[in-house]
């Protein structure tokens, strides 16, 4: 299984209501409720010990117990494995060898990248089913040694997946601001918008990161384009209430104005 986008929403509801259409999942990580039974088959047993008074009163409930010999007592939570239900295991927990190429460019796995990447003929630019190429993934999770490493085997840093999201836009999105300039050094298209008509600045403010759009804007990012919602960078900003991004684009607004009215003041 492949992981998730990362791609914020840009979409006619206004900055206000600002979707999210993929959300992105943390690799490894675990459910919030650690008694909740996941449905995927794991064979795990999950066990807390927290201090109680000793004459609290609590209900004998199932499933907790009272450690004996102790000065005070602890209260076991204890979660039962699906084995001692009785259940059938469904899936076995994935390995670093089960995963895809994708995969593994999202979570840094240089190692096995390197490994999976010498097995087949251009890897480093294949497509999984939404047209996100390793590189992407990388970009999208800020695994900035991974992008590099992609960007010295040859992976391209142009290709855009099926909705026309790329490796700038996502990296944008997610404020990685070394990741940008590296892309920004391979020529990519500063300016390139994706299915909803966001681009790389509109996804910097939207995700309040300063750095990145300064760095965006030194490099010549247009600060008049519009997201299919009609808003533009200084309107996403000034709605949104990022001052200090909105701050960074008036100076370099003013700039701007400076450069271009200063020939003729000589």
């Not at 927290?50 to 602890?74: E, Q, R």
């Not at 999770?141 to 997946?161: C, K, M, N, S, Y």
């Not at 404020?175 to 681009?199: C, H, K």
Request: hydrophobic letters at 35%.
């Amino acid at each position: 299984m492949e992981p998730q986008g990362a791609v914020a929403s840009l979409g006619p509801e206004g900055p206000g209501q600002l979707q999210e259409p993929y959300a992105v999942p943390a690799f490894g990580s675990q459910p919030e409720d650690p008694a909740q039974d996941s449905s995927d088959g794991s064979d795990t047993v999950l066990l807390r010990l927290y201090p109680c008074t000793p004459d609290s009163g609590s209900p004998d409930l199932d499933g907790v117990l009272t450690a004996p010999h102790t000065g005070s007592s602890l209260k076991h939570s204890t979660t039962l494995t699906n084995r001692q239900r009785g259940n059938e295991i469904s899936a076995l927990p994935a390995t670093l060898d089960s995963l895809s190429i994708h995969q593994l460019a999202a979570q840094g796995e240089l190692t096995q990248l390197k490994e999976y990447l010498l097995k087949g003929d251009n890897l480093v630019n294949k497509p999984d089913e939404r047209g996100f190429t390793p590189l992407i993934w990388a970009s999208a999770f800020g695994e900035i040694e991974t992008v590099r490493f992609l960007l010295e085997w040859g992976a391209d840093p142009h290709v855009l997946a099926k909705e026309r999201e790329s490796a700038l836009s996502l990296a944008s999105t997610g404020g990685y601001t070394d990741i940008v300039v590296m892309l920004l050094e391979r020529d990519v298209d500063i300016n390139s918008y994706d299915w909803n008509g966001g681009t790389p600045l509109l996804y910097a403010v939207r995700g309040n990161h300063v750095k990145c759009v300064e760095a965006l804007l030194a490099r010549g990012a247009d600060l008049t384009t519009e997201a299919d919602s009609g808003y533009t960078p200084m309107d996403l900003a000034v709605a949104l209430g990022h001052k200090k991004v909105q701050q960074v684009m008036e100076n370099h607004i003013l700039k701007l104005f400076q450069n271009k009215l200063l020939p003729e003041t000589e």
